[in-house]
């Protein structure tokens, strides 16, 4: 009975579906002519039936909505229950029941396996000590961003989540401005990130998680763990089994879920690489994987796997544009100044994994000019005074050997929250940061004396120096700013 039903409704949706490619398959005139006709009978119709039959027309300028095909795990079908069950609360006025887990702006695999992980095992755990508690995990990115990371699609796919992320809470679905919605909550826990972005600063932070530097955020909030591991997940899932086998019985672990916290470590530490991890990041992996369908499997060889094919879907980026190159890994924030003429700017970061040069190449004219102008599009779009763009890539020596190569581009716009003076002046103060860094030690770009005012380009071979390490300098810098 259920059976048919389901069937009945999949039938109902082909047909919409069809409907919908039906109509975009017209060309743009005509669809511009019969939209316009529509309106005009619609607007005779009122003008001749009144209100009453009006109310019965489909809205003017309406579209026919697809229906989303929903994810088919369990874990899948948890996720979208909470996004549904927050929403309703938003909607009935409840919604200062809610905890929001977020990740941080980037959106790779960590910050969404973190937030899920933690919003899971906290509702869950609620349910069995205490009256139930409302979480939802909440990824800092639009939606239409997730896929410009193919390796979240992938482990996503593969925890059976919904391919469309309809599963998902995603900030552009937020019915509420952030400033406002952060008052009305119960409070945030900051998973991948070490302090809120200053949208949610009025948010009460109640836990934090993290593998960055610690901003001193929240000093009250508990657990607050800060640890130098490959993966926050490896932190976050660390937590949860703790937890979990202190519970006199435990609730429910999906495959599902277990298979993207492994994912997401493994990515992170290159398949538990000793280089890149920790003995942290490797045990709790084994305390994960035996709770998992592959328990009976030896760790490193499913870690390794795990790290090979999410690895070669997150360097699939060919075709990537520009554009998409800066905003799948976006992380920007205002920062507060002592100079009073200017209290607050704005700083973005853009991490590429391909060279400028690359990049260059992936522009409409394959110019610098080019790389430059699509730059300055995304950053007055996004309200950005300051930013930096990091890129890497690899070249062999002279003994063959591979070796990584950084990048670093400065550039600060005048248009936004400073003038040209005070333009000048930060990007001084950014340029002297980097310059001077021992660290890094940077050169010039091959191309930088081609730049225009307040642009540069450096590179460097410090293999510490991704934006973990860039960040922060570059945020006292501009702290430091009188
Ligand atoms: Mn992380």
Not at 93 to 116: F, Y
Not at 423 to 445: G, M, P, Q, S
Request: proline share 4%; charged share 30%; hydrophobic share 35%.
């Amino acid at each position: 009975m259920a059976k048919k039903r389901r069937d009945g409704l999949q039938t109902r949706r082909k047909v919409h579906v069809m409907t919908y490619q039906k109509k975009t398959s017209f060309s743009s005139t005509w669809r511009h002519y019969s939209n316009t006709m529509r309106n005009i009978i619609g607007l005779m119709t009122l003008a001749v039936f009144g209100t009453v039959h009006a109310v019965e027309q489909r809205p003017l300028g309406s579209q026919i909505v697809r229906k989303p095909d929903t994810g088919v795990g369990h874990f899948s079908e948890w996720s979208r229950n909470s996004k549904k069950q927050f929403l309703v609360d938003w909607q009935s006025d409840k919604v200062d029941q809610w905890i929001i887990v977020m990740g941080n702006e980037g959106g790779d695999l960590d910050s969404i396996t973190s937030a899920l992980t933690w919003a899971y095992h906290l509702e869950h755990k609620s349910q069995i000590i205490s009256e139930p508690m409302k979480v939802i995990a909440l990824l800092q990115t639009p939606s239409d961003q997730l896929d410009l990371r193919p390796e979240n699609k992938l482990a996503l796919d593969d925890s059976r989540m919904n391919s469309e992320h309809r599963d998902l809470l995603n900030i552009n679905e937020l019915p509420e401005d952030i400033e406002t919605l952060s008052r009305r909550i119960k409070g945030i826990v900051l998973v991948d990130h070490a302090e809120p972005l200053r949208r949610w600063k009025d948010a009460k932070v109640l836990s934090i998680f993290d593998h960055h530097v610690d901003a001193g955020a929240a000093p009250d909030a508990s657990p607050r763990i800060f640890e130098k591991v490959a993966s926050c997940t490896t932190l976050v899932a660390r937590q949860m089994l703790d937890e979990l086998e202190q519970l006199d019985e435990e609730y429910h672990m999906p495959h599902e879920l277990l298979q993207l916290i492994l994912g997401a470590i493994a990515i992170d530490s290159d398949g538990l690489n000793p280089d890149k991890s920790t003995g942290t990041d490797k045990a709790v992996s084994k305390r994960v994987l035996d709770r998992s369908r592959w328990a009976d499997k030896d760790l490193d060889d499913v870690m390794g796997d795990l790290d090979e094919k999410l690895g070669d879907a997150k360097k699939d980026l060919d075709g990537m544009g520009l554009r998409d190159l800066l905003r799948r890994d976006w992380k920007g924030d205002f920062v507060d100044t002592p100079s009073p003429r200017t209290p607050t700017v704005h700083l973005g970061f853009a991490s590429i994994p391909i060279g400028m040069d690359e990049q260059i190449k992936r522009t409409e004219w394959e110019e610098p000019f080019n790389w430059f102008v699509i730059h300055a599009a995304w950053t007055a779009q996004v309200g950005t005074d300051i930013s930096i763009s990091l890129s890497k890539y690899k070249v062999k020596d002279e003994d063959g050997k591979k070796k990584k190569i950084r990048e670093i581009v400065l550039v600060v716009r005048d248009d936004i929250r400073v003038d040209d003076d005070q333009a000048n002046e930060l990007f001084d103060v950014v340029f002297r940061a980097i310059e001077e860094d021992r660290n890094l030690n940077v050169t010039a770009w091959h191309g930088a004396d081609k730049l225009r005012r307040r642009q540069m380009v450096w590179q460097h071979e410090y293999e510490e120096g991704g934006r973990k390490y860039v960040r922060p300098l570059v945020e006292k810098a501009v702290k430091g700013w009188k």
